[in-house]
């Protein structure tokens, strides 16, 4: 009788095994890695949709400025010394508004971001403080009349007198608001031919910092009003439904696969994400580089694997923009595209390592680098007589990744912009100036995962690290009752593999008295 139930328990305990050994193997990686796609992908049930869609809290956007201390020493040939004012601390709030879904199981979204100035943030800076700065839209003006028409830039100078409210120097006193999103009045409606033909040519151009008035009377700078409240896109983005290690992937902007404003299909790639949203970390097979797509600059950018670090208890992923990315041409030939091939007969237009040349993205003579000619060549730090001091910890790029869910824990992206000081001998502003380039702003945008969301992802990961132990639970419990079974069968049949008075250890101080079951 006792045999035969022995046998059975036996048999019941040999499938409990197998059955577990596949389970923990196989079948809960599977089911946890389904579970986790599930949440992540974008399709409008899953746990992610409505936070990819409109983000529950806002980006941080800090602008940093330059404000030029020591103007008259700079119109007489010396040395800039700058003065870092901010950070000016706007939250910037991104809705997306889905368009439809496409083929290879993309949607097709616009992006929205909208920024207000965060005063609490900002501390004793407000948005109307007013700073010298580097007029970036008068040197815009010349660069580009000097590169197209050398001979009447003299001229064309003189007639933007008014259009800069009689400015006798090529700096700009700004209130903050103003020259982020308010805008600078450039008045045009003087009668004047030379006027004419600068303001003809922003009308031709449309530089997206310059906004034409409603009046058509003149245009309004500012460097980031076109970003604010305006639909971007549409993107297409791959939403993970089929193969989650494609999440996030931007396929096409603006209906364009590649971009066409470098002239060049290898550095018009759009590849990787907009940063917001990665896939999943494939623990056995780590990705090296992260892609970014950052239509602000037209171009993808990727960010390189550090180590692993540990945030908010949690082992994480971390990842830096590199050196490689706005390397010069000799240190990474791939970049070589980037470079301006009409910038002048006697240069190839590529630039020294740390800088791109924005102008075929932006169409002006913009010129991006980290903050603080951060991985930049050091020669362009020598123009600077102080305020210019390149800190890794502060002017980096990074993202800190959970690998699970592939959430940003934190992340910053850092970008400067300048714009070349050029002494023009025919210009009575620029005669005595040294030529170098010049910043007048940095930005960065990015967020640290906030505390409602980090615990709702802990505690997704503790329910993770429960199945995780249950997953080995089963199977030892399984081994167990395998074991115990096996005994029982052996000791009813009366094979005495055992000598029959002797206790069955297990493990030390573990015993499991077989005796007391006959
Ligand atoms: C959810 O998405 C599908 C496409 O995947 C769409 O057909 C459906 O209408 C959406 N449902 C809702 C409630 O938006
Ligand atoms: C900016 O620099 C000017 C000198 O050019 C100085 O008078 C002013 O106080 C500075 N502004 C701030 C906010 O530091
Ligand atoms: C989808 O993928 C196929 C094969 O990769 C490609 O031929 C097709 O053009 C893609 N469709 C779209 C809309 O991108
Ligand atoms: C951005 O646009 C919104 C809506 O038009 C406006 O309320 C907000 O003040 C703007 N932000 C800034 C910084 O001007
Ligand atoms: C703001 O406060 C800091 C110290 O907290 C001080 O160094 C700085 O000068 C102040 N700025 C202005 C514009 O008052
Ligand atoms: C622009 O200049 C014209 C002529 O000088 C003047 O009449 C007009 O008021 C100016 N517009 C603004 C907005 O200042
Ligand atoms: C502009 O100036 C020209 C001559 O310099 C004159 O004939 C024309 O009437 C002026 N136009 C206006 C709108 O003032
Ligand atoms: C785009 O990604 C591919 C690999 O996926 C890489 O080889 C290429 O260099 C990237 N292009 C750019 C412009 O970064
Ligand atoms: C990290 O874990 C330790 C111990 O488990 C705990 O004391 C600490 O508060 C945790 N820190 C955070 C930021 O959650
Ligand atoms: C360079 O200039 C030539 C004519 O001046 C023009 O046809 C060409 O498109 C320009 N190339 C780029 C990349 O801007
Ligand atoms: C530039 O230098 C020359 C010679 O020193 C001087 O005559 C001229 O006034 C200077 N111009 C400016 C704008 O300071």
Redesign the pocket.
Known sequence: MLGKNAKIFFLGSVCLLIASIILAAWGFPKIVGLQIQKSVQIENSSLMFEKWRKLPMPLTFNVYLFNVTNVQDINSGMKPLLQEVGPFVYKEYRERTILGY???DTVRYTLKKTFVFDKEASGNLTDDVELTVINYPYMAAILTANSIMPSIVGLLNSAMGPFFSSEQDPFLKVRVNQLLFDGVYLNCSRNSSALALICGKLKADKPPTMRLAEDRSGFYFSMFAHMNNTDIGPFEMNRGVEDVRQLGHI?SFQDMTVMNQWGDPYCGMINGSDATIFPPIDEKNVPNRLYIYEPEICRSIFASLVDQRVMFNMTTYYYEVDKMALASKSANPDNKCFCDKNWSSNHDGCLMMGLINLKPCKNAPVIGSFPHFHLASEELLNYFAGGIKPDPEKHNSFVYLEPTTGVVLKGFQRLQFNIELRQIPMIPQLENVTSGLFPLMWVEEGATIPDDLLEELQDSRRLLDYVETARWMLLVIATFSCIIAAVCVVRSTGAHVWPRRSDFHLRPGNTIVVNKSR
């Open positions: 496409g083929e290879n396929t």
